[in-house]
């Protein structure tokens, strides 16, 4: 409680601060503030729907490698493994260049279509969902792991089949566990999917440049209100997200599992 | 009813099972005792298959439930297990510990799956805790829970790795309560258990297992008041006090 009213308060002071500071600059004008509006509506819903792909896929991503990493099966394991190594070493920017150059190359060499631009975005997009994925297959790994093995043994001694017992009993519980580390992960990849604006996806960062292009040639102090304009949008997304994550967290809490409290 | 052959199992380097035999015909308890690290467990976790044996059989009435062509998960629905920790899935209540095996496993319809919970449940003196979560219950409470779980899917055989081990002692009285009055309703039960008091009133044969081996085996009253080998003098003087 103590902590939410300090960062509360420090996150009020700061953002007015800030805002004295932009009026002393004499940046405000309320007037341009407004005519962005609709160029940054259209790149938000862009960043919606990236997000709305980008989430889904790197978590079913994230399922499915993690039960297959802590499979007994060793191809399973090994595919899981790769999955991991290969998407978490390297940078999710290179990741989403490099792919859509591929998918570029690709499409051009089959369909002879010019610039494909929707389907390397598709493919970049891809590509940051399987980056996220292979951070999420960590973190439900981590969740399956703390399921007890006893629990597991319980379940194969009443005939429950492994698919079964994954799904009703080591999956229900791995989740819980997973959830905080989750919410982590999809704050992160929502602040992420600004890197598709390297691959002309348009999303609020590309936005962003578009309008500092024709700002810069009016008044170099516009930039200011554009990108706080963004990053309030980004901070809105990433808080929405976060507490639907909180919500489902404390909704399935089980009754008289108390974590410690210090 | 269940009967296992000549059970060998290693574990790497380390050999647990030294050719076992047992037989329990139907409504006989049958005990296992003997020190930690003798094999009893990993015996006892050979009958349903948990563990897959090396060599050796075991026949569940009469079938060869060892042959490969058999599924595991066949044979471990008509077994039920009680285990030292309880191992209740801890994310569902009582009632949906005991449901799940019933819609899962043996596909009943929700309803009728509840009913059936319910009654065992109350069987085992827990009628009033149908919606408590594990974590709400006492060791001893959870223990029954468990045995409930197991009973509910009907099974043909029960067994019961050490179920009281884990208790506080207030606790141990009410499980074992349980498993005295299901033994005389007639249920074929392996338990493995160092409870003395249980062996000798409920068993029908106890079995002294040693390094993978069978020490001796007899009536309770033979192995407790008069064993013949030394090791097993040595371990029931040991566990009386």
């Given amino acids: 409680m103590l902590a939410r009213i300090i960062a509360g308060t420090g996150g009020s002071i700061g953002a007015f601060l800030f805002l004295v500071w932009l009026g002393r600059a004499g940046v405000y004008s309320l007037s341009y503030a407004e005519s962005i509006v609709p160029a940054l509506e259209r790149g938000f819903s862009g960043t919606l729907w990236l997000v709305a792909a980008v989430i889904p896929i790197g978590f079913t991503m994230g399922l499915v490698m993690a039960s297959a990493r802590t499979s007994n099966s060793r191809i399973a394991r090994a595919v899981g493994g790769t999955y991991v190594e290969f998407f978490r070493s390297m940078p999710p920017f290179t990741l989403i260049v490099f792919s859509s150059i591929l ?37 439900m790994r981590a969740g399956i792991l703390s399921v007890p093995a006893g629990q597991i043994e319980a379940a194969y001694a009443m005939g429950l089949s492994r698919l079964r017992t994954l799904f009703d009993v080591v999956l229900p519980q791995a989740f819980r566990v997973a959830l905080p580390a989750l919410g982590n992960e999809f704050s992160s990849v929502i602040k992420d999917t600004s890197l598709l604006s390297a691959i002309s996806a348009i999303e609020l960062s590309f936005i962003g440049g578009v309008l500092v292009n024709g700002a810069l040639s009016i008044d170099f102090n516009l930039i200011f209100i554009i990108w706080t304009e963004i990053a309030l949008l980004y901070f809105v997304l990433t808080y929405v997200v976060v507490r639907i994550v909180r919500f489902v967290e404390n909704r399935s809490k089980v009754p008289g599992l108390q974590a410690a409290q210090l | 009813m269940i009967r296992a052959e000549n059970i060998h199992k290693s574990f790497g380097d380390l050999v647990v099972l030294r050719g076992i035999d047992l037989e329990v015909t139907k409504g006989e308890v049958s005990c296992i005792i003997g020190p930690s690290g003798s094999g009893k467990s990993t015996f006892l976790r050979c009958l349903n298959l948990l563990v897959i044996p090396d060599s050796g059989d075991v026949y569940l009435e009469g079938v060869r439930v060892t042959s490969p062509e058999i599924r595991p998960e066949w044979v471990r629905q008509q077994i039920g297990m009680v285990f030292q920790s309880f191992n209740l899935f801890t994310h569902l209540t009582a009632l949906r510990n005991v449901t799940l095996g019933l819609t899962k496993v043996l596909k009943m319809d929700a309803e009728q799956a509840d009913k059936k919970a319910k009654w065992e449940l109350e069987r085992v003196g827990l009628g009033d805790k149908l919606a408590a979560y594990p974590a709400q219950l006492s060791g001893g409470q959870q223990q029954r829970v468990a045995i409930a779980r197991a009973l509910a899917m009907d099974p043909k055989v029960m067994l019961f790795d050490e179920p009281t081990s884990a208790l506080d ?31 000798k009133k409920v068993a029908d044969e106890v079995t002294f297992l040693d390094q993978g081996r069978i020490v001796e085996r007899g009536p309770p009253s033979d192995i407790f008041d008069h064993p013949i080998q030394e090791r097993t003098k040595a371990f029931v003087s040991r566990i009386l006090g």
């Fill in chain 1, 103 to 139: 998918a570029t190359k690709i499409i051009r060499s089959i369909f002879f279509i010019d610039n494909p631009v929707a389907f390397a975005v598709a493919a970049g997009t891809l590509a940051l969902a399987f980056h996220s994925g292979s951070y999420q297959t960590e973190i």
């Fill in chain 2, 169 to 199: 002692p207030e606790f141990i009285h009410e499980v074992l309560d349980v498993m005295a009055k299901l033994a005389d309703e007639g249920m074929t039960m392996v338990v493995v258990t160092h409870e003395m008091g249980f062996a």
